[in-house]
């Protein structure tokens, strides 16, 4: 499955309510911008991979994180850091983690599909 990439005018907008566009230190709004589109995409489960050590990054990155699972409850969203010092097995495990949640996030829609 395929889908083109969102304009970049309706990812601004996407972002809007939860970062400003004005925004330019690491990836700033487009970052929220992506995980947004995913998200109204029904792709809930986002693996945010912060390459590097970038600080602004992991500052935007990181932040706006906790306000998308404010805003959106089923977003499940996991921030792995890809840098010198980033353990191996510590990424892993975030990321089974994740994917646990997911898991158990389909089997309750599953279970409110079949009642």
Not at 12 to 40: R, Y
Not at 79 to 91: F, L, M
């Amino acid at each position: 499955h395929f889908a083109p990439p969102a304009d970049i005018r309706d990812l601004a907008k996407m972002a809007s309510p939860i970062v400003s566009t004005g925004n330019q230190t690491g990836e700033g709004w487009f970052l929220t911008g992506e995980m947004m589109e995913l998200i109204h995409g029904d792709v809930p489960n986002i693996v945010c991979i912060q390459p590097f050590g970038c600080l602004p990054n992991h500052i935007v990155g990181k932040g706006v994180i906790k306000e998308i699972r404010r805003e959106y409850p089923t977003a499940n969203i996991v921030a792995i850091d890809y840098d010198p010092g980033a353990s191996e097995v510590n990424q892993l495990n975030r990321i089974k983690l994740m994917l646990s949640t997911a898991q158990k996030n389909l089997k309750k829609v599953e279970e409110k599909m079949h009642k």
